[in-house]
């Protein structure tokens, strides 16, 4: 089978798995398009080579090649080895079109993925058991096993916080999947942990009968940011009334705001998306989802104002992940990170743009404000240094925006090694971390 058949027959594939709508040019068929791309053969015999060599489906559901589960990021790697070694210069779906004679539209329906939404979705309530006042939110399935009745659920701290008893979280604290609203249906869950700088909480669910016997799904995670202008769809429980749908853009798509604690304690400073998606009270907690199902962040607020209309937040996907993770990996449920004790700030910014994921992107010049004394930066880095890369067990990121620093010590663990590089005019100079005690990880409230 030539290079260039493979290439077309994972095409056709992965935009069917996709639900994309992939439409031939000049009207050829699939075959036909084979055909052009370097297979040799009749049209049963190509159909024949859908399935595995093995005769067994791909994990997929469908007659994937050589029985193996095709994915986008196989059409990535093809992308990225034409530009490498061939000097193409074309955009991402400018390759699909170029080589494999593919248009891709990428209008879905709304409600199939709306309805895929629901499934990953929880309407929440709160209360203390001697009490009948409380709290209604709305959560994500972050972790699933149906057969164990097991679950991992996601939603915002505020919801199950509780300032009148001694831990700050209601006793009882019940989700309800969609279409299964009613108290018979009611799945008890347990408090792991969360913080309430970053308004998440991360709730437990053990050999649920409910669950057992659902149509629950696991949410997919959206594995990059989002851009201004990209669908959101927030699933929300508005008024404690059940799970309900409403869609908008993505407006901003990282800025800080600022909010009271809930607590009373003070001011919180937390970095947001801002959307135009219509939300309301009991929408907090729910998922953010952008045009393709995937959870893009978790919504916790919106802009009051008779001045101002459709202005709402959601945490980014990129926050919830880390934060959710370092709590799952945490022995008493806090959120611990590494803290460097300087200040960063973004010197001036530049709109950037990426071939290979065919996407903008701002690039900000991070550059060291202040140097705490006693901490870990104190005698190292100066002040005007020009932050270039962290890497984390030899993993390296580049820090492109001032939000990366903080994002990526919520990553850090008990064990690992963090390098943080800087620039001071054209020379780098490297801070080194060995995290052997957990002392050295700040716990976040």
Request: net charge negative.
């Amino acid at each position: 089978m030539s290079k260039k058949w493979k290439i077309a027959l994972i095409a056709i594939i992965v935009v069917a798995l996709l639900s994309l709508c992939a439409c031939q040019n000049g009207g050829l068929s699939a075959y036909e398009i084979a055909v052009n791309n370097g297979f040799e053969g009749t049209e049963q015999q190509w159909l024949e080579s859908l399935k595995g060599a093995d005769g067994i489906n791909g994990s997929n559901g469908l007659n994937g090649a050589d029985g193996q589960s095709i994915t986008i990021a196989d059409l990535r790697e093809l992308y990225e080895q034409e530009v490498q070694e061939n000097g193409y210069t074309g955009t991402f779906y400018q390759f699909l079109q170029d080589e494999l004679g593919l248009t891709i539209d990428l209008t879905i329906d709304d409600s199939d993925i709306i309805e895929q939404c629901l499934l990953s979705a929880v309407s929440v309530k709160a209360y203390n058991s001697s009490s009948t006042s409380g709290s209604a939110g709305a959560g994500i399935i972050y972790k699933l096993n149906k057969e164990a009745g097991y679950a991992i659920i996601v939603t915002n701290y505020h919801v199950v916080y509780d300032g009148s008893v001694d831990d700050g979280v209601y006793d009882t604290i019940k989700a309800y999947l969609y279409g299964g609203e009613c108290e018979s249906q009611a799945i008890a869950t347990t408090y792991v942990g969360g913080s309430m700088n970053y308004d998440l909480a991360v709730l437990k669910v053990e050999n649920s009968d409910v669950l057992k016997n659902s149509y629950a799904r696991q949410v997919t995670l959206s594995d990059g940011g989002s851009q201004v202008g990209e669908k959101a769809i927030a699933i929300g429980n508005p008024q404690a009334e059940g799970l309900s749908a409403t869609s908008g853009i993505v407006s901003v798509e990282s800025e800080h705001i600022s909010i009271s604690a809930v607590d009373n304690s003070g001011t919180i400073s937390m970095r947001v998306m801002r959307i135009d998606t219509a939300i309301n009270s009991g929408n907090s907690g729910g998922g953010l989802f952008n045009a393709y199902g995937q959870l893009i962040g978790i919504v916790n607020a919106k802009y009051n104002s008779t001045s101002i209309d459709n202005v709402g937040y959601a945490i980014p996907i990129g926050v919830v992940k880390n934060v959710v993770d370092n709590v799952l990996d945490s022995s008493d449920g806090k959120v611990r990170k590494l803290v460097f004790n300087f200040d960063v700030t973004a010197q001036d910014s530049v709109l950037a743009y990426d071939a290979i994921t065919d996407e903008y992107y701002i690039k900000e010049t991070c550059v060291v404000s202040k140097v705490s004394a006693g901490g870990l930066a104190d005698g190292i880095l100066q002040v005007g240094d020009v932050i270039d890369t962290i890497s984390i067990n030899g993993v390296e990121k580049t820090v492109n925006r001032i939000y990366d620093v903080a994002d990526l010590m919520l990553t850090v663990r008990l064990g690992d090694q963090v390098q943080l590089t800087v620039l001071r005019g054209e020379s780098p100079v490297d801070l080194d971390v060995d995290v052997s005690s957990l002392e050295q990880l700040t716990v976040i409230k």
